[in-house]
């Protein structure tokens, strides 16, 4: 069974920093791309950061130079480090392993964790 358990979310106030953490179980971790998305109230979902197998990341233009995503295959954990956070980086933040190079349309969600920046 495939599971990815996000953590790390909750409330900050603007300027503050928090690290989200995704932890993978049921997959061969190395072999998947990790990503982390975000959904605002009354948004689509989007991309925030992604992380390949071999580490290349690729972020998107509003968390650019504020947000770092790494990887750790021993523990098949994903991390998101946000700093500088803004009012409009509240949402729930989803952890997302891409195995399409593997099957197509091969991938997993994680529940979410809420992320509040507020003061």
């Known amino acids: 069974q495939v599971q990815l358990v996000e953590s790390g979310g909750g409330l900050v106030q603007p300027g503050g920093s928090l690290r989200l953490s995704c932890a993978a179980s049921?997959?061969?971790?190395?072999?998947?791309?990790m990503a982390w998305y975000r959904q605002a109230p009354g948004k689509q979902r989007e991309l925030v950061a992604a992380v390949t197998s071999a580490g290349t990341t690729n972020y998107a233009g509003s968390v650019k130079g504020r947000f770092t995503a790494t990887r750790d295959d021993a523990k098949a954990t994903v991390y998101l480090q946000m700093n500088s956070l803004k009012p409009e980086d509240t949402a729930v933040y989803y952890c997302?392993?891409?195995?399409?190079?593997?099957?197509?349309?091969?991938?997993?969600w994680g529940q979410g964790t809420q992320v509040t920046v507020s003061s």
């Open positions: 049921g997959i061969t971790f190395s072999i998947y791309a």
């Open positions: 997302h392993a891409d195995g399409s190079t593997i099957s197509a349309g091969l991938n997993y």
